[in-house]
């Protein structure tokens, strides 16, 4: 069973910095894109950051210039690193993953986090 474990989050003051981690585990045949998603109370989940398996990187408007996502491919370990944070940042941050599973050549699955809770205030 693979489990992906958000951690990082917290309280900061507007114009602060954070650093999430997202740690998988379990057993799997291969790590593919990995993405950072967040959801506000009354909002709708929306996507982050993505770090595809070629290296790739994809930023949402509201993010760019501030957020760095990145990648220990070894330790299979995501990160994101948040800087100039804005109240509007307040959110529960979620990691996916697209991991293969199995035997042979196993099969693609995409995996959720159970979150890490940010909220940027003064």
């Known amino acids: 069973q693979v489990e992906l474990r958000e951690s990082g989050g917290g309280l900061v003051q507007p114009g602060g910095s954070l650093r999430l981690s997202c740690s998988v585990s379990?057993?799997?045949?291969?790590?593919?894109?990995m993405i950072w998603y967040r959801k506000a109370p009354g909002q709708e989940r929306e996507l982050v950051a993505a770090?595809?398996?070629?290296?790739?990187?994809l930023y949402e408007d509201p993010v760019k210039g501030r957020f760095t996502i990145s990648r220990d491919f070894a330790k299979r370990n995501l990160f994101l690193e948040m800087n100039d944070l804005k109240v509007e940042d307040t959110a529960r941050y979620f990691c996916?993953?697209?991991?293969?599973?199995?035997?042979?050549?196993?099969?693609?699955?995409?995996?959720w986090g159970l979150g890490t809770q940010i909220t940027v205030s003064s």
């Open positions: 770090l595809r398996s070629d290296g790739s990187t």
């Open positions: 996916n993953a697209n991991v293969r599973v199995g035997k042979g050549w196993g099969t693609w699955n995409d995996c």
């Open positions: 379990g057993t799997l045949l291969g790590v593919g894109s």
